[in-house]
C-alpha cells in the first residue's frame, strides 16, 4: 500500500456534489473532511480552517462530513500503537500535532491540535484516544518524550520505548501532513507555511 494512502480516500476523491452553495473552496473543504476522518476534532479542523483565512462553524464541518457520506471508523482494537507529537509552524505561529497510528495497517487512529504541549495535554489526548479506540491492552511505541511517557504511566498503559521500527509510521504520517499542509498553504497567497520537528 503507498505511505499516503493511510489519509485515504484521497483529497480528490472524496465527492462534493452535495455542495449547494460554493462559500468554502472546494480544496479547503475536502482537507477538511480528511482531517477529521483522520481523527482531528471539529474544532481543531475549524482551527486549521482559519489559517487559511476561512471561519466556518464546527456544525458545518460535521455536515461536510456526514453529507460525505464518510464517518469515521471507531472502536479499532490495534496490537500496538506507535504515538508522537511534532512540531507544526505556519507563519508565525506554532502548533503541536499529537497522532497515534497503528504501525500494522498504517491507519491513522487519531490526532490533535494544540498551540503548546506539555504532561496535561499529552494525558488529555490519550484520554481521548482511548475513548475512541480499545487500546488498553495495546503497546505504546514511544521516543524519549518525557510526557508521553507520564501519560501512558498515569493510564496505566503498556509502553515501550522505540526510536525506529514501528515507530516509522508515525513518522511517515508526520511526512505527509506537513507536505500536504505546505501545498494547500501554496495555493492561498496570503498564507505561508514552514515546518519544523
Not at 462553524?57 to 511534532?86: F, G, I, M, Y
Request: proline share 4%; with cysteine.
Amino acid at each position: 500500500m503507498p505511505e499516503n494512502a493511510r489519509l485515504s480516500p484521497s483529497i480528490g476523491q472524496i465527492d462534493l456534489d452535495f455542495v449547494e452553495r460554493e462559500e468554502t473552496p472546494r480544496l479547503l473543504m475536502n482537507l477538511s473532511i480528511q482531517l477529521h476522518l483522520a481523527g482531528l476534532s471539529l474544532s481543531n479542523t475549524v482551527r486549521v480552517l482559519e489559517i487559511f483565512g476561512v471561519k466556518r462553524a464546527r456544525s458545518t464541518v460535521h455536515n461536510w462530513v456526514h453529507k460525505a457520506d464518510l464517518q469515521p471508523n471507531s472502536c479499532r482494537n490495534p496490537d500496538h500503537v506507535a504515538v508522537d507529537e511534532t512540531v507544526i509552524r505556519l507563519v508565525d505561529e506554532q502548533y503541536w500535532l499529537y497522532a497515534a497510528v497503528d504501525p500494522a495497517s498504517n491507519q491513522l487512529l487519531y490526532t490533535k491540535l494544540e498551540p503548546t504541549r506539555n504532561k496535561g495535554i499529552a494525558s488529555a489526548f490519550f484520554t481521548e484516544l482511548r475513548e475512541k479506540h480499545d487500546v488498553d491492552d495495546a503497546v505504546i511505541l514511544v521516543d524519549g518524550d518525557k510526557s508521553l511517557n507520564y501519560a501512558c504511566q498515569r493510564h496505566n498503559l503498556d509502553f515501550r520505548y522505540e526510536r525506529h521500527g514501528n515507530r516509522n509510521s508515525v513518522e511517515r504520517v508526520f511526512c505527509e501532513i506537513k507536505r500536504r499542509t505546505i501545498s494547500f498553504s501554496n495555493c492561498f497567497s496570503n498564507a505561508s507555511v514552514e515546518t519544523a520537528d
